[in-house]
């Protein structure tokens, strides 16, 4: 398709929220961590992060032998325990300026994220960037991503193209080729460059900035 001068390819930007915009994954390790025992799981070292950051969701819960049955229970409780301190939390360095930036030459910015829309509002409500975002959308399964993402398609009424899922899982990647959308995968979240490239996103981005390369040239 054929974007206006200065404006983005993909006029329509969805941005998942745990890693890719909030550097949650300390704290979220730390949640899990801490309420591990109570569902028999055992805790996750620091030195096991990097090996981890390969695997897609289902290696990840065989590698740290959790029950698919124990995940929702692990979801609330963690998304619970998280509200306690996701106003501290730092966003990824450089995303504040990008996402002002972006604003300006969209039509329209979202949020689709695991996490519990009331989490990310006290976030960006903490950091002052709730207002470049029309929307936060949730959904309470690890991997119910691509019936949203149709559904924000449809509602928007968005041609295949006009509309860019930004993740930094495997599984935001895979939801994104479920659902007909082009997807751009950052690397400063949980899943690795090699991981996120395999998977053959539309865009691999490795630091904030990259997003502007995006823009149609004036």
Not at 37 to 46: F, K, L, N, P
Request: with cysteine; proline share 5%; aromatic share 6%.
């Amino acid at each position: 398709m054929t974007a206006k001068p200065g404006l983005m390819i993909h006029q329509t930007l969805i941005f998942d929220f745990d890693g890719t915009i909030a550097d949650t994954l300390g704290e979220t390790r730390r949640i899990f961590n801490r309420i591990a025992a109570d569902y028999g799981i055992r805790q996750v070292e620091e030195h096991e992060m990097g090996e981890l950051r390969h695997l897609s969701l289902k290696q990840l819960l065989i590698r740290l032998d959790i029950p698919k049955r124990r995940v929702p229970a692990l979801i609330s409780r963690g998304t619970a325990l998280l509200r306690e301190s996701i106003e501290q939390l730092k966003m990824i360095d450089g995303m504040p300026e990008v996402i002002v930036e972006l604003r300006r030459h969209v039509s329209r910015l979202g949020i689709l994220t695991s996490n519990a829309p009331s989490n990310v509002e006290l976030f960006l409500q903490a950091h002052g960037l709730r207002e470049p975002f029309d929307f936060i959308s949730s959904t309470c399964k690890l991997t119910g991503k691509a019936k949203h993402l149709r559904a924000i398609r449809k509602t928007f009424s968005l041609r295949h193209g006009e509309m860019l899922y930004v993740g930094d899982e495997l599984r935001d990647v895979k939801a994104s080729h479920k659902a007909g959308i082009p997807v751009a995968a950052v690397t400063w979240g949980f899943n690795s460059r090699e991981s996120l490239a395999a998977e053959a996103p539309q865009y691999l981005i490795d630091r904030p900035a990259d997003f502007l390369s995006l823009l149609a040239p004036r």
